[in-house]
């Protein structure tokens, strides 16, 4: 077996950029697919020249690095641009989570879908109380700009 994988280099370098590709489909974040296409490289490159490992991970590497570099910026610009799409945070507006800490217009702690965030009141005169239902009114940098739930807006 293992003559074989020896003789068929490319083989092992095809499964890896599947293995990659399969990968990438679980994370969504155009690293893993440029690291698939510099294992489809290097799989290329074990046709041609098959006993040449340095040569074959010299490829790949340069490949991967260069897609990380210069293709993944775009892709991902492009993706941003894209109608209907939405970041994390934008997709956190609206939703409703606690306060696990007493809410000032100074400092503050709400938890949301199992994450923590640093939180202030919409209106900065507010105190919202630990343990209130609170909704997420907007994301301010790392900040999460919040109401009570039960509560309307002004």
């Given at each position: ?10 083989a ?20 893993l ?31 991967s ?30 939703s ?59």
């Open positions: 077996m293992t003559d074989w994988l020896g003789d068929h280099a490319w092992i370098w095809l499964s890896l950029a599947f293995l990659l590709a399969v990968a990438e489909i679980m994370s969504l974040d155009l690293v697919i440029m690291l698939a296409a510099g294992a489809l490289a290097g799989a290329a490159t074990a046709a041609i020249a098959p006993g040449l490992w340095w040569l074959q991970f010299l490829v790949a590497i340069i490949v690095i260069g897609s990380l570099l210069l293709l993944r910026p775009t892709l991902m610009r492009r993706v941003r641009a894209m109608p209907g799409y939405r970041s994390s945070t934008a997709k956190m507006v609206g409703t989570g606690v306060a696990t800490a007493e809410i000032t217009r100074d400092h503050g702690e709400i938890k949301v879908d199992g994450q923590t965030w640093s939180a202030r009141p919409y209106d900065r005169s507010l105190i919202i109380e630990k343990g209130t239902e609170i909704e997420v009114y907007e994301i301010d940098g790392p900040i999460a700009v919040v109401y009570p739930a039960n509560e309307p807006l002004p």
